[in-house]
């Protein structure tokens, strides 16, 4: 049996916080604003999977009034979420995710995310596919003003 999910996540750039995204702090003049944080790539990808097992959404399980999850780092969010996932019964079939981001660019550094959530997921990293795009000056993203991510996952039965 396979599920499929998707995610989506946008945050505001601001100064005086670090940009962190797939669970690497990129260096950057500016960071995303969020309770969390706000890591827009595991925050849709926690949502891709939480959706393709019908568990409702990343607000439900991890409000942002509860303060406990207050600058949490989102891979303590996506490791609950990989814990719900298999104790569903599933594991990971693979992983596509897209983030728009006008700048820095994130070539770089897409390797490193790709192992980080490879580790995080524990599956193998060819299962994890990471594409970063500009938003071609278009919309809050396209101005540099926020950053998103959106992912699709496909999960088997174990």
């Known amino acids: ?5 998707f995610g989506e996540d946008i945050h505001r750039l ?4 670090r940009l962190v995204l797939g669970g690497i702090v990129i ?3 500016l960071g995303l604003l969020g309770h969390s944080d706000a ?8 949502d891709a999977i939480l959706g393709a097992l019908a568990l409702g959404d990343l607000g439900t399980h991890f409000s942002d009034a509860d303060e406990r999850y207050h600058d949490i780092d989102s891979a ?12 569903e019964g599933f594991e990971i079939g693979n992983v596509d995710i897209s983030i728009a981001l006008e700048k820095p660019y994130l070539a770089p550094f897409i390797s490193s995310m790709r192992e980080r959530i490879a580790r995080l997921l524990s599956t193998a990293i060819d299962e994890v596919s990471i594409k970063a795009m500009t938003n071609e000056r278009l919309d809050a993203v396209g101005r540099g003003e926020a950053c998103k991510a959106t992912s699709v996952v496909l999960l088997r039965r174990r």
């Open 1 to 5: 049996m396979y599920r499929i999910g």
């Open 39 to 46: 890591d827009v790539v595991l925050h849709s990808l926690s």
């Open 76 to 87: 303590i969010i996506l490791a609950e979420v990989v814990g719900s996932m298999r104790k």
């Open 27 to 29: 260096p950057s003049d």
């Open 14 to 17: 601001v100064k005086g916080r």
